[in-house]
């Protein structure tokens, strides 16, 4: 049996929200098939003209966070534009009732405000640090220990992630939570109060991979490994013209197909012997990183980058070259994914826009453009913009 | 109203799994209230003594990713075992009839073999490449165009992420998808074949952030600004004492605190003065900020860690002192956060170990231990664990 409505339909969210996790949020609850409405100050919120913007200045950025949501303003300062956000979030019908918010401590939506409305209602509140004070990804990343361990080895500077992941993973874990939520409120009709600090996301997330547990078990944390991968073999070679890829061997049998590919099989079994290594081990391919990725890079440097692909395509080994966002776009990545599709963003233009990476029953997913700043916003207070 | 229940209880997760990804969004139902049993062949799957690892050879990593999951064994390569896998999944009561794996392509735990036993089954299959191919978070994020933009700006070499981001998100997704479709199942009555490639994860989250759309409608890709925050002003300053801050200043606010936190706002102004900029716009900041770096960072080069940090905190700027993994776990953070818990893990010994971030009703959902491989193995096959 399959189903063709989106398995959150129904649902309606309002969204009181701004730069990444809690719009991240909303939009994946849209391509879920939850319809979400965001509500912003009169002129938008502090992120409505983030980078990157146009050659005219519109925001990539915003729009291709809110796509697929309705779009309010109101002013947040007067009780009738509170009281217009109370009603859009407590009048919604029964798959209403839900506000997603990055904007904590407003006593006008907290969730006992609105559970006094509304006694089903479920509330997100994103928060900053633990203790409910501000933080952005870029402090929370600095205060946790990644920085230190990333980068070439011997660099003395921590090296920040360019991928915002704690806002990322904060945005998921919101999603994932109203949808637990909405879950057992249509088996029990209990409402929640539910909070989610970006900091506690990153710990939570290197607490359970092991980053945190080694300074208590073992006495100290982690340290850098570069490009190698740590715990197993994987790094990157370097090709004659310049193109690089990086390399993991996973299992024994990867590691055995690399070995064979660059033709080093009788030197690495030297190597093990004289090391009492066994590499069919990933304890010891990782050990003796530096002798392995020594022996194995003169064959990439040797070979053109078209040659290192060739081959590479051919072995059961993991591999992918090196690529920056423009080559992706130019390889026809995109356009050769169904999860990709053109929407007609007004202010931006036509592009190919990422639906859900989850396909239902072999769909993905996709919503409409961003509305306009404001577009929706009920002309008399008390309708909704449906 | 609240709820004590945990808003997934009642379901039955059979997990087939290995690695990150697939385990961590089993720990992640398992902490929302799911049931959760990993399946691993007799002597563990890949993963099963992956680093970090004890003194004494034990997997910190095995062991926290697989806390409050049940543990069976059985060769998944007899009839017999996978007889037994197939029933796990389709006789488990009414919250049951639902397969987390990362082990596509085994047609006895297809989609279509196991909605043959039960129609409504769920099942979720986490891919490597969009292609269905093998791919690891190494090889994802090589190809996507981030190492390119991460590290010390003139470095030649792209750098790869320290944390496994792209297996997280997908990780995330991935109890996201299930718990959305549970939430339809239980509305229609109708199963769902979700597929989830770690590689559309990737490419989903750089199109929705703009890397991916930067190229497609400006014509090229991010470049590299190394640990200044794009976009606005943010970065890293060094102390007299070799400490070092990572500071942003997202909104006007926090830029004007900051220049007068530092005692700048003269040399700020003429400068803003002779290159026609507005520093309450976040994009002259961004544009302008090596100026605005060197302007700001005698402050903290003629002040120890100790000074900057007590100034800091007096001042609306977000700021974060970059800390090791061991002076997080040292400087009593987990202690002094509920989400940590200790655990008493065999093999391991006691730590503290992280709930899920998220707070119900100010309750963060722990698990126990994990169980030792197999040890709840049924011993005639056809019994169920629990």
Chains 1, 2 share one sequence.
């Not at 050769?336 to 826009?353: C, H, K, S, W």
Request: aromatic share 6%; net charge negative.
């Amino acid at each position: 049996m399959t189903d063709h409505d989106r398995p959150l339909s129904g649902l309606h969210i309002v969204e009181v929200s701004s730069f990444i996790a809690s719009p991240l949020a909303g939009l994946t609850l849209s391509q879920l098939g939850a319809e979400v409405t965001r509500v912003d100050p009169v002129g938008g919120a502090a992120d409505v003209h983030r980078w990157p913007v146009t050659a005219d200045g519109e925001s990539i950025y915003w729009t291709g966070l809110n796509r697929g949501k309705w779009s309010v303003t109101a002013d947040l300062r007067s009780e009738a534009g509170q009281s217009m956000v109370q009603r859009l979030v407590t009048d919604s019908g029964p798959g209403g009732g839900i506000l997603l918010t990055n904007q904590a401590g407003r006593s006008w939506m907290s969730h006992d405000t609105l559970a006094a409305l509304r006694p089903d209602v479920i509330t997100l509140e994103l928060l900053g640090r633990t203790d409910g004070t501000p933080g952005v990804d870029y402090t929370v990343n600095a205060g946790l220990g990644f920085p230190q361990i990333t980068g070439p080895v011997g660099i003395a500077e921590p090296v920040n992630h360019a991928l915002p992941a704690w806002d990322v993973a904060c945005g998921l874990y919101a999603a994932l939570a109203i949808s637990a939520a909405v879950r057992r409120r249509e088996r029990t009709g209990s409402g929640a109060q539910i909070t989610l600090p970006l900091e506690d996301t990153a710990l939570s997330l290197a607490g359970t991979l092991g980053y945190l547990t080694e300074p208590q078990i073992n006495g100290r944390g982690r340290v850098g490994t570069g490009n190698d991968v740590y715990g197993t073999f994987g790094t990157d070679f370097v090709t004659a013209d310049g193109g690089r890829f990086m390399i993991v061997a996973l299992t024994p049998r990867h590691f055995r197909d690399l070995v064979d590919l660059t033709g080093v099989g009788d030197a690495v079994a030297a190597v093990a012997k004289a090391l009492g290594a066994d590499f069919r081990r990933e304890d010891d391919r990782f050990t003796h990183r530096a002798v392995l990725n020594g022996l194995i890079a003169p064959w990439f440097a040797a070979r053109s980058t078209a040659e290192v692909e060739a081959a590479l395509q051919n072995s059961s080994v993991l591999s992918q070259r090196y690529r920056t966002f423009d080559e992706v776009v130019a390889d026809g990545v995109l356009s050769a994914n169904p999860m990709f599709t053109e929407v007609d963003q007004p202010g931006i233009g036509r592009y190919l826009a990422a639906g859900l990476p989850a396909a239902f029953d072999g769909e993905h997913y996709a919503t409409g453009p961003a509305r306009s700043l404001g577009a929706d916003t009920p002309r008399n207070q008390p309708a909704q913009p449906t």
